[in-house]
């Protein structure tokens, strides 16, 4: 069975604080790791995956294999940012498709 | 290019009665992939087809279903609404495939039908 944690579901900092979402997962076998962004009336998105290695938005993702963990970080928080976080994380083998477990999400609150 | 639609974006049943959505991917892609999403349970996996193919199934009850057409349109049904049926469904579309493995890239949200089960 596969499971991701995201241990807080609310997160309030101040505008140019550093950020960092927790993500916490459980799976047998090699994971792809996502996060997914849904601002405000928006849908959800996309906003990056471990196998990219890329910033997006300033925000990075490093997967930690030993301590099974994705955290999403960005040194400066803007009011931009707040929005409703999702971790998901997908089983890698040849039946995996599309099928994503996310995380409870974790509601980011940047304060000006 | 236009984006997932789904439809109904609303709509209200009453326990013991059916609903049908429908989604339309982005032009092009060809899986589909259905979510549900709730308060209480979050967003979990019902299912996904590639292909008019159902490749994966999540831990739901048989009163779910889905097919996707040859165009790639997809439809769910749930059968004999209940209560706890009441959420916010989400559809998914993605075109990327890879090799020999049915690898996925990035999935592409609808803005979801929300049903209320009275």
């Known amino acids: 069975a596969q499971r991701v944690t995201q241990p807080e579901k609310l997160l309030s900092v101040f505008k140019g604080a550093p950020v960092e979402l927790k993500c916490n997962y459980s799976?047998?076998?090699?994971?792809?790791l996502f996060w997914y962004v849904q601002y405000s009336r928006q849908r959800l998105q996309l906003l990056l995956r471990?196998?990219s290695r890329e910033s997006i938005k300033g925000f990075t993702a490093d997967l930690n294999k030993g301590e099974t963990s994705f955290h999403l970080k960005k040194p400066f928080a803007q009011e931009e940012d707040s929005a409703m976080y999702y971790c998901?994380?997908?089983?890698?083998?040849?039946?995996?498709?599309?099928?994503?477990?996310f995380g409870g999400g974790t509601r980011l609150m940047v304060k000006p | 290019k236009a984006g997932v639609t789904q439809t109904p974006r609303y709509l209200i049943k009453t326990r013991g009665q059916q609903v049908t959505l429908s989604c339309s991917p982005i032009?092009?892609?060809?899986?589909v992939s259905w979510y549900q999403q709730t308060p209480g349970q979050g967003l979990q996996f019902l299912f996904e087809?590639?292909?008019?193919?159902?490749?994966n199934k999540g831990n739901f009850p048989g009163r779910f279903s889905g097919r996707q057409f040859s165009n790639s349109r997809s439809e769910m049904n749930v059968s004999t609404l209940e209560l706890g049926d009441s959420a916010l469904y989400l559809c998914?579309?993605?075109?990327?495939?890879?090799?020999?493995?049915?690898?996925?890239?990035?999935?592409?949200f609808g803005e979801g039908s929300r049903l209320t089960v009275l």
């Open positions: 998914a579309s993605s075109g990327r495939t890879s090799g020999r493995t049915l690898n996925t890239g990035e999935l592409f």
């Open positions: 032009s092009g892609h060809r899986s």
């Open positions: 471990h196998i």
């Open positions: 799976y047998s076998g090699s994971p792809e």
């Open positions: 998901a994380l997908r089983g890698l083998n040849n039946n995996a498709g599309n099928m994503l477990t």
């Open positions: 087809y590639f292909s008019e193919t159902q490749r």
